[in-house]
């Protein structure tokens, strides 16, 4: 199975470990993510103004270059994927602002929000499932207690992102248990981490991410685990090493032994 | 400014008429501490007008855009939409940028991710 794959400015930077160890473990899955060609940085943030179109323009350009291979696309940063869906939403159900992004890109065939968008964690629950990704768990992570960051972006707003439910999401704690592990649910894991305030006012940004790690501690946690590359910054950074931090993908790796596992 | 005031209504999509003050979208909004006004503050003062104080609160750049208000509002009127347009009300116009080029350099370090600075340009300058 092959996806069109829109790995987004900061996996190819400091967000490394997310994107190789996305690929290298949907490889071991049998799953081929194929880079799109020529794809444009996102914005990170998805602008909620009736009248920005031109900030849409690169999500709206993602989006037909997937449907023009025939494919569906899928996103792992969460900013990329709140974005880039929520771009989507707009092409199939805002006229006016799928009127005039099709009147500025000129294309051969207009676009109306056709291609459909999956975050990789998606892929794992409703393409593969948990209990395929569970049968091709060679390294159980038996006896480590992970909480899921799920943040914002992924969950919300629920009606334009259908990911999980809003308010009690499982998608990650199934994940976790498919890899071996035991989930450890927490009450701050769809709150916000404050990351996106990092350079307007650290010492905040800083605050919220120690409320959320506090939390996840309390509760038993040992480690965290996260698919946004800000959340991750923000966590690490501003967090105060509170717990170990790690993209989700590392986690996958791990289990499915393509990643070493870390001392 | 009563134009004005109807601009952002129109781009936000937000008809704050819809509010039944329950105050919910400030409880939830995890920023509620740093603003100065605060999400049901903007849907009423949208609704009467005192849109030039909102222009000047430092509350419209404390947002986190986590969309818990949006979320959580049992009535739809999705205050993160408003005060997103209040603040393009005020970067959309002539050197009102809030976050400049030249300012990067300084807030720079070496774990910083590239959509933080992104995703800072996106929501503080036009």
Known sequence: ?263 | MSDMTEIVKRISGVNPRKCMKCGKCSAACPAYDEMDYHPHQFVDMVENGRLEELMDSKGIYMCLSCFACLERCPRSVEPAKLIEAVRLAVVRQQDKNHLKPEQIPGLLDAELPQQAITSAFRKYRK
């Open chain 1, 1 to 263: 199975m092959t996806y069109s794959y829109f790995p987004g400015c900061t996996l190819k930077t400091k967000g490394k470990d997310l994107d190789i160890w996305g690929r290298a473990s949907m490889e071991a899955l049998g799953v081929t993510l194929e880079e799109l060609p020529q794809w444009q940085c996102c914005g990170a943030v998805y602008p909620q103004a009736k009248d920005e179109i031109a900030t849409k323009l690169s999500s709206v350009r993602a989006l037909v270059s997937a449907r023009d291979q025939g494919r569906d696309l899928v996103t792992l940063c969460s900013a990329c994927h709140h974005v880039i869906k929520r771009v989507n939403c707009d092409m199939a159900q805002d006229e006016y602002i799928r009127t005039r992004a099709n009147n500025y890109l000129q294309l051969e065939t207009p676009y109306a929000g056709e291609t459909k968008v999956l975050h990789y964690l998606e892929v794992l629950r409703d393409e593969i499932g948990f209990d395929k990704l569970k049968e091709q768990v060679k390294r159980p992570l038996a006896g480590r207690k992970i909480g899921a960051y799920y943040g914002c972006l992924l969950l919300r707003p629920s009606k334009e992102l259908k990911f999980d439910d809003p308010e009690n999401p499982t998608i990650m704690e199934d994940f976790i248990r498919a890899l071996g592990a035991e989930p450890v649910v927490y009450a701050m894991r769809n709150e916000c981490c404050g990351g996106y305030t990092t350079l307007e006012n650290k010492p905040y940004a800083a605050k919220q991410a120690g409320k959320v790690l506090d939390n996840a501690a309390n509760c038993g946690a040992a480690e965290i685990i996260t698919a946004c590359p800000l959340c991750m910054y923000n966590l690490k950074e501003n967090g105060g090493g509170r717990l170990p931090v790690k993209y989700f993908t590392e986690l996958l790796a791990e289990a499915l032994g393509v990643k070493e596992a870390e001392a």
